[in-house]
């Protein structure tokens, strides 16, 4: 039982192709709960039944993890032991009727205009990283997209000429609008810029770092966080927040939202609908503050 551990492990990376994310997610999963059975249910993975999966959730309840943070790991091992009883290791699977914790939603922390505004004047057109950081920060916040979208652009998918950008993202291709500042930043940086920081003539890639290669998604969190704290701006900033932003700001001005479906590149528009209740949690704060009787 102990070599299904590792053996799941490549199952997922060679089989079902997931993420380096998922499989280290499921993996972390997986192992905390074999240090939990070997220490405090004096047994192995193996032995495991449903009244030990009951008596983990419990544990993790009283540790205070979030109701996500259950619900992911009884889905990692309900995956995990559905894969060992396929191998013929276990006859049944002890996660196969566990109720799962419903998650608590929380709402997509987003910025202001003037926030966003600070974050975008940050980088200074002065040297070639102030161009491209300039160059990335404007795009995103001009398409919404996600950062792995990004980083996976290639020159060949931005066209200045017709002003909107190529994207692949979860298995769908979407074009979509850029404004004219975004325009011009991206320009800037493909005309003059570009050409001096890849390493190689044929680098496809439209954002490189200093080393001339494509940009990671880990030097971007590192380049926005800097501008933050640049921008001396107190709200948690991630690579997702412009996405957010691009959205509840689009749905405030007036954009439907199959129309802002089709630029975040959602399959299902249950996923756009969350940003309705952005909007409306901010009118309500509005609302609060500046009405004389509220």
């Not at 992911?72 to 290791?89: H, I, M, Q």
Request: hydrophobic share 40%; net charge positive.
């Amino acid at each position: 039982m102990h070599n299904l551990v590792p053996a799941y492990e490549t199952f997922l990376l060679n089989i079902k192709h997931a993420s380096a994310n998922t499989v280290s997610s499921y993996m972390r999963d997986i192992r905390q709960f074999a240090v939990y059975i070997t220490n405090r249910e004096k047994s192995s993975l193996q032995d495991c039944d449903r009244d030990c999966i009951v008596r983990y959730v419990q544990y993790l309840t009283d540790d205070r993890k979030s109701p996500a943070t259950i619900s992911r790991s009884v889905a990692s091992l309900k995956s995990f032991f559905t894969f060992c009883v396929n191998e013929g290791a276990m006859k049944a699977n002890p996660v196969h009727d566990i109720p799962q914790q419903k998650a608590e939603k929380k709402l997509p922390q987003i910025l202001t205009g003037r926030e966003v505004e600070l974050l975008l004047e940050q980088p200074k057109c002065t040297d070639m990283k102030g161009y491209r950081d300039k160059a990335m920060l404007e795009l995103l916040y001009a398409t919404g997209m996600r950062v792995s979208e990004m980083i996976s652009l290639d020159v060949a998918d931005v066209s200045i000429a017709g002003s909107f950008v190529k994207c692949e993202g979860h298995g769908r291709f979407r074009i979509i609008p850029l404004y004219p500042a975004a325009i011009k930043a991206i320009s800037a940086y493909l005309t003059d810029i570009r050409p001096k920081m890849i390493a190689v003539p044929k680098e496809q890639a439209l954002f490189v770092n200093l080393g001339g290669e494509r940009m990671s998604r880990q030097g971007f969190w590192k380049i926005i966080k800097h501008y933050q704290e640049m921008a001396q701006i107190s709200k948690e900033i991630t690579p997702h927040t412009l996405r957010h932003s691009f959205a509840a700001h689009l749905l405030e001005n007036g954009a439907d939202l199959h129309s802002l479906q089709e630029m975040l590149g959602h399959s299902d528009i249950s996923s756009t609908q969350i940003y309705t209740q952005v909007v409306k949690q901010n009118l309500k704060a509005v609302y609060n503050k500046y009405h004389p009787r509220a």
